[in-house]
């Protein structure tokens, strides 16, 4: 155990196997740092972090405040791991994570990499003898820090990186070598001084300070209150700050980056249900920007880890009693957990996941009918298209089950007039962010050309009851146009496509749709309330 001094007690909570938990539990500290802690305490792994609690969200003297505590944080990590915060031997480089009481997946804002400039980046390499690794990450801080910190749109920087892919012939931003990565992050870094009229801070206390203001700043973005209003969460709640020591699944073939679930998020089914990618960070998978190809890998690479991940899987669920979604990170073999929080699921998977949980002795019938307290089980229900279906434009990943049929709506503006008029929508895109909830909210389904089945954008359409399917091969879009291209056939706005959320089909035209009951799982439930009575 590390402790702080005492003086900062009060501001900042250590997040190390040994540390006391703080007595406001998740409402001061939020979900994301409290299971982080549980999950410590348990002897999972966990990277070495401190947590900012939630008052520091309203706080009118913060930037006046925070370096102070910020370096008794910091000085706390380098005696827990021995590396040293902007130093030239053994550099500690660090995430800033937000984390409200009530997880609010992809609302709130992540800076990664912090730490790194000219000295630090130089012993990267050094230490790690991975100049790939070292040059990735600095392009990344970048690249965060512009769009997080200074509010600069990304096209310009997402620009730069498809033009040094070209030179290279790189189909993916992972096969870029580190020669190319050091010149495109001296490109950015250009860029960088071209749009603000001054150059990216290379302070590492600087950099860490202006990425947790900025996470502070995001629980009052648009897209967080707007996600607020949708989940009746409370404005005042605030967000936490979590800075933790930087775990690197760009490290090289043995390392990647991964989401999964205890349990199947669409059916309840007990199985890992994950999105892994090789030579990647965190957000590479949960932003929902890429294509995730390294599912069935992850197995055959690493086997394990795998073992190990589906071991996780119970652990996880006995420490809190319910499904859980993590966030993992693989840094040359080794397993990281950076995150654990209640899975969120459709209404099938939280009706089959309690009557599960209930047979394998993890929670009680009192405590699952409690648990399903706020679904009305009489409208439970799974969609299917009634036969015959004509043929299958493209076969997409499910993230979310059920079938929708509407009016293909090309942006979330659409959706939202569309709706208006009545009509049924089908939000089709390259990929969501999380800023298109509101669109989202009110489409029949999604349908993504890129991102994966744990992606910020497919969680939150489960949470919202939506049909999702994503990575659909061969979705072109012609915005300009307001056309689309699957499987070879160009679709006008407006045109009725259809999602079969059960296979991942996707199909032109409106379909007939049949409903199937639960009906199993019900009369379990009949069952209890009846011994309840009795």
């Given amino acids: 155990m590390v402790d702080l001094p005492a003086g900062a007690q009060a501001e900042l909570f250590p997040i190390l196997a040994g540390s006391a938990l703080p007595p406001g539990g998740a409402r001061q500290v939020g979900n994301k740092a409290w299971n982080l802690m549980l999950m410590a305490r348990a002897g999972l792994p966990v990277p070495e972090a401190f947590v900012l609690p939630t008052t520091w969200c309203g706080r009118s003297d913060a930037q006046a405040a925070l370096p102070a505590v910020l370096a008794s944080g910091v000085r706390a990590l380098e005696s827990a791991t021995s590396l040293v915060f902007g130093g030239t031997r053994r550099p500690l480089l660090v995430s800033v994570r937000s984390g409200a009481a009530v997880s609010m997946p992809g609302m709130l804002e992540t ?19 991975n100049p790939s690794l070292a040059w990735d990450s600095y392009r990344r801080l970048v690249q965060a820090y512009a769009e997080v910190v200074a509010g600069l749109p990304t096209a310009k920087f997402d620009a730069l990186v498809a033009a040094a892919m070209r030179t290279v012939g790189a189909e993916t931003e992972r096969e870029m070598d580190h020669r190319t990565l050091r010149t495109l992050t001296r490109a950015m870094l250009a860029l960088y001084n071209d749009l603000t009229g001054h150059s990216f801070p290379t302070d590492p206390h600087e950099q860490l300070l202006a990425a947790s203001l900025a996470v502070l700043r995001s629980w009052n973005a648009d897209k967080a209150a707007s996600y ?23 490290a090289g073939g043995t390392s990647g980056a991964g989401v999964g679930f205890t349990r199947n998020p669409a059916t309840g089914g007990r199985e890992l249900y994950f999105d892994f990618q090789f030579y990647g960070q965190g957000e590479d998978v949960v932003a929902g920007r890429q294509k995730l190809p390294d599912h069935d890998r992850l197995r055959l690479a690493l086997p394990s880890i795998w073992t190990r991940l589906n071991e996780i899987c119970r652990e ?11 966030e993992f990170t693989v840094q040359s073999g080794t397993l990281f957990l950076l995150q654990s929080r209640r899975a969120k699921r459709t209404d099938w998977a939280a009706l089959a996941i309690a009557v599960d949980m209930v047979g394998e002795g993890l929670l009680t019938p009192a405590a699952a009918l409690a648990r399903l307290a706020g679904i009305d089980l009489g409208s439970v229900m799974r969609t299917h298209f009634t036969p015959p ?14 079938v929708a049929s509407g009016a293909i709506a090309l942006d979330p503006a659409t959706v939202l007039r569309m709706a208006a008029d009545g009509s049924p929508a089908i939000l089709v895109r390259q990929d969501t962010v999380t800023s ?5 909210a009110k489409a029949a389904g999604i349908l993504t050309g890129s991102g994966g089945r744990t992606s910020h954008a497919a969680v939150v359409a489960r949470q919202l009851g939506k049909v999702c399917l994503v990575a659909c091969p061969g979705l072109e879009i012609d915005l300009p146009r307001r056309q689309c291209r699957i499987g070879g056939v160009v679709l006008d706005e407006g045109s009725m496509l259809a999602l079969d959320g059960n296979t991942g089909a996707v199909h032109a035209g409106r379909l007939a749709i049949e409903i199937e009951r639960p009906v199993e799982a019900l009369a379990a439930i009949a069952r209890w309330r009846a011994a309840a009575a009795a």
């Fill in 111 to 129: 800076v990664l990499d912090v730490g790194l400039n000219a000295e630090t980046v130089e012993a990267l390499i050094r230490e790690t003898g």
């Fill in 228 to 250: 607020r209003r949708l989940n009746g969460i409370d404005d005042a709640a605030g967000t936490a700050v979590t800075v933790q020591r930087m775990v690197f699944g760009n």
């Fill in 316 to 326: 996880l669920e006995r420490l809190f009693g319910d499904a859980q979604d993590f």
């Fill in 389 to 402: 279906v004509p043929p299958t434009l493209a076969t997409a990943l499910v993230a979310s089950l059920g």
């Fill in 436 to 440: 298109d909830i509101e669109g989202m």
